[in-house]
């Protein structure tokens, strides 16, 4: 069991020494957005379906 747990404590100090290219962060933050917004169009249309039906 501790073997796993100090595997696991490298791997998560690996992965947070990985820096991001800004602009790549940048592209990334935008996509997100872009989801979050159909996501919430895709529900809202829904919901207007539910209200005229």
Known sequence: MD???QI??????RASA???NPQAR???QGLLI??????SCLFFMYFV???IC
């Open 49 to 51: 379906k539910l209200l």
């Open 26 to 28: 940048q592209k990334l």
């Open 34 to 39: 872009n989801f979050t917004l159909i996501i």
């Open 18 to 20: 990985i820096e991001v």
């Open 8 to 13: 696991t404590r490298s791997a998560l100090r």
């Open 3 to 5: 073997k796993v747990q």
